[in-house]
């Protein structure tokens, strides 16, 4: 199917709600005028001036509610526009950061994306987003290619579930899954995670580790407590599937599928607009 690059839009606006609601009102107004004229006697110039009156003011109300109207409506469809390609951006500067950090491996986190939002109730750009932070401190901390992306796809979902499970926002339930590569601590408790070197110390020698922590290489500790959370958060894994039909997480759901949306569209804006932009800003 042939693209030509231009997109048509209808900005036709549903009015029948609209027009609906003017002539209720002007069914309240002929009531008003039909009161008044009791009042007034009907072959009076009084009487005549307020009828005047009233058919006037119904007619700058109704001409002046259909350009607000019409008003609020572009500026919404500009607002959307907007944030369209601002998500559409996000998204293009996330496959550019997973595509470094995941290397050769960059397909487990595309495999991840595709069903992300269905499976975990996260966007493909919060997904990614998230994913190549973790792939990059991975690598950063002496893990494998394989192993650091492993990782990070396993921590991405998994905070997600947190997020379900816990009733928090997914980013928060990431920040705190970065301590297993940084060894702090204090975020994890809020998740019932006591990461304590101590509790490290128990847990290596309950896996037959005899190397006391404090001998490890860096890698060798990220993946001793990449273990350890992951069996301290047992009870959230798999939360989302198991809720994914309740308000909370349908309305997640509802919520990332927008975005994703928006993402598409903003794609297309983008690269209609993008010619013209690069046009101006070589005038500049």
Do not use: H
Not at 244 to 269: C, D, H, P, Y
């Amino acid at each position: 199917m042939a693209v030509d690059g231009s997109l048509n839009f209808n900005t036709k606006i549903d009015s029948k709600g609209f027009n609906r609601g003017t002539t209720a009102l002007g069914k309240s107004l002929n009531l008003l005028k039909g009161k008044m004229s009791g009042i007034f006697n009907p072959f009076s110039k009084g009487a005549a001036s307020a009828q005047n009156s009233i058919t006037g003011l119904r007619s700058s109300f109704m001409s002046f509610a259909k350009v607000a109207a019409g008003a609020f409506a572009g500026v919404k469809i500009f607002n959307f526009g907007k944030e369209a390609i601002e998500s559409a951006s996000d998204l293009a500067e996330a496959q550019n950061v997973v595509d470094v950090s995941f290397g050769k491996s960059t397909e487990k986190m595309e495999k991840f994306a595709e069903t992300c939002v269905e499976t975990y109730g996260i966007s493909k750009l919060t997904a990614k987003q998230t994913g190549s932070v973790f792939a990059a401190m991975g690598s950063g901390m002496g893990l494998s290619e394989d192993a650091a992306t492993d990782m990070a796809v396993a921590l991405t979902g998994l905070s997600a579930d947190m997020a379900s499970f816990y009733n928090v926002e997914q980013d928060i339930a990431s920040i705190a899954l970065k301590s297993i590569y940084t060894g702090e601590t204090e975020t994890l408790k809020q998740f019932g995670v006591v990461m304590t070197e101590a509790n490290l110390e128990a847990y290596a020698l309950s896996q037959g580790i005899q190397t006391s922590y404090k001998e490890m290489s860096q890698a060798e500790k990220v993946q001793l407590r990449y273990n350890y959370v992951m069996q301290q958060t047992s009870l959230a894994q798999g939360d989302f599937a198991r809720t994914s039909n309740g308000w909370a997480n349908q309305t997640r759901m509802l919520s990332e599928k927008w975005k994703e949306f928006s993402t598409v569209i903003g794609g297309v804006l983008m690269n209609v607009l993008l010619p013209a932009v690069r046009k101006l800003s070589l005038k500049i």
